[in-house]
């Protein structure tokens, strides 16, 4: 394997989005061959978590030549890596970005600020509206394979410096900042799953992958993130699971509407600059819920989005819409999937996966079960695989964001159960005025960081994290067993 470019990431991860330039782009460890032009520019991600498994969903964005790209990152032994849909991550940045709407204008005037903060706004996502072992030094070569348009190979290190010698031979350039790194997840026991394009797939956007784990316990490993990190990296996590969650030894805070300001002059919000603010608090170690909600995945009410010639009343329903507007799923067979989510919505019934990966077959779900598989539409099984081990009714998804600055990558960052379960929703009227009646009172207008109807995030970096382990059914069609 000449692999030419490498991008070292966790079991888990992080997407990243920027209000303004940061001073890097990160995507958890990563190392480019000097003589390379292909460039990691960021992730999209989310994770899923449930008593029987965890799952990261990850797509690399990157400049220059898919051909020259392959990407490392470290699992817990049993993980099995699959090929996902972008119609998945569509939604989901989109059911959840905030938008700032104006106040009633009367002719009272607040030209005051306040502390408030958030981000996102109503134009933030266009794309809507349209087993063998070998032993090589050290090194087992636990499994190679396919799967969809990528070559997989997973590793498994006997000494701690094997892996890096490994990386070294093999024609990835790891800086000796990482190769550390590297060494203390081999220590830890993690194997590697190492992936990159197949040879002529014609392939100019990675497809998304997701990475099944066994076990619920999360944790960050933020000392990986370090590895080829800018000054600040911004990050947005997407989690899926049974309540609200929220990094644990770090300041957790929302959104106050109240406290965002509308300029009605420049009709334009302060709510990029109170995000910002609020971020930089606690020297950076600070993450922003900018969204959760219960519900939201399958019952009807749960969101409110036009998903090309349709219109989605949740995330599974804007997921098949989306799919099949990407031709991932035939019209035909998107009225009868539909149907189904509208049988499911609001079950307190817990969704499993019937079917055994060793023998290629599936059961039937007993009672006060569902079938996974009711939650797929052809080839789109994102959904199914996300809701494993959980109740509909009970499924919480949050929108967490951050902007950590490199000296809070020192150490791992767990993830639990949020000590306030309240919802948070994505849609907030500014409780400020700026230049009300400004026609009769003319004002200086603020100054803003995006004008517009509230700041647009563009996509940025990303934050790996590692699922601890526990037992896990896994099966599904596109996948590879990998230990």
């Known amino acids: 394997m000449n692999h030419r470019f490498a991008c070292l990431a966790a079991t888990a991860a992080l997407v990243a989005t920027t209000l303004v330039a940061p001073d890097a782009d990160a995507c958890g460890g990563c190392f480019i061959a000097p003589t390379e032009n292909t460039v990691v520019t960021g992730h999209r991600m989310a994770v899923s978590i449930s008593p029987d498994q965890s799952i990261l969903w990850d797509q690399i964005q990157y400049s220059g030549n898919a051909a020259d790209f392959s990407w490392v990152l470290p699992v817990k032994q049993g993980a099995v890596v699959e090929v996902a849909s972008d119609a998945f991550f569509d939604v989901l940045?989109?059911?959840?970005?905030?938008?700032?709407?104006?106040?009633?204008?009367?002719?009272?005037?607040?030209?005051?600020?306040?502390?408030?903060?958030?981000?996102?706004?109503?134009?933030?996502?266009?794309?809507?509206?349209?087993?063998?072992?070998?032993?090589?030094?050290?090194?087992?070569?636990?499994?190679?394979?396919?799967?969809?348009?990528?070559e997989t190979v997973t590793l498994r290190a006997t000494e701690p410096n094997a892996l890096r010698n490994w990386l070294d031979t093999n024609g990835y350039a790891l800086p000796d900042d990482v190769a550390p790194i590297v060494d203390a997840y081999v220590e830890e026991e993690f194997d590697f799953i190492a992936l990159k394009l197949a040879p002529n797939q014609g392939v100019q956007q990675m497809q998304p992958v997701r990475v099944v784990t066994p076990g619920s316990s999360v944790a960050l490993p933020l000392r990986m993130v370090a590895a080829g990190a800018g000054a600040t990296v911004d990050l947005v996590l997407y989690v899926i699971g049974e309540g609200r969650y929220e990094p644990r030894d770090y300041a957790n805070v929302s959104i106050d509407a109240g406290l965002v300001t509308w300029d009605f002059r420049s009709d334009t919000t302060d709510y990029a600059e109170q995000r910002l603010q609020a971020l930089q608090g606690n020297d950076g170690r600070t993450w922003l819920t900018a969204y959760s909600r219960t519900g939201t995945m399958l019952s009807q009410g749960g969101v409110s989005l036009q998903v090309g010639n349709g219109f989605a009343n949740s995330i599974g329903e804007g997921y098949f819409l989306q799919g099949e507007s990407l031709g991932e799923v035939s019209s035909s067979d998107l009225m009868t999937c539909l149907q189904k989510l509208q049988g499911i919505q609001g079950s307190m019934d817990v969704v499993v996966d019937t079917c055994d990966p060793e023998t290629e077959t599936c059961g039937t779900a007993g009672a006060g079960e569902i079938d996974a598989r009711d939650l797929a539409c052809g080839d789109l099984d994102d959904l199914a695989r996300a809701m494993v081990g959980l109740h509909p009714a009970d499924v919480t998804l949050t929108r967490l964001e951050g902007a950590l600055p490199r000296e809070a990558l020192d150490g791992d960052l767990i993830?639990?159960?949020?000590?306030?379960?309240?919802?948070?929703?994505?849609?907030?009227?500014?409780?400020?005025?700026?230049?009300?009646?400004?026609?009769?009172?003319?004002?200086?207008?603020?100054?803003?960081?995006?004008?517009?109807?509230?700041?647009?995030?563009?996509?940025?970096?990303a934050l790996a994290m590692v699922l601890g382990a526990a037992g896990v059914v896994l099966v599904g069609r596109r996948r590879m067993r990998t230990a």
């Open 415 to 461: 993830l639990e159960a949020g000590s306030n379960q309240n919802q948070v929703s994505n849609t907030m009227t500014a409780g400020l005025k700026a230049n009300a009646c400004w026609d009769s009172e003319p004002a200086a207008a603020p100054t803003f960081l995006n004008p517009g109807r509230g700041p647009k995030l563009p996509p940025g970096a």
């Open 93 to 150: 940045e989109a059911a959840t970005q905030v938008t700032v709407t104006a106040p009633p204008e009367g002719c009272a005037v607040n030209n005051g600020g306040g502390s408030g903060f958030g981000c996102g706004d109503s134009e933030s996502f266009a794309g809507l509206d349209a087993r063998g072992e070998s032993n090589t030094g050290g090194v087992q070569v636990i499994h190679e394979g396919t799967v969809g348009p990528y």
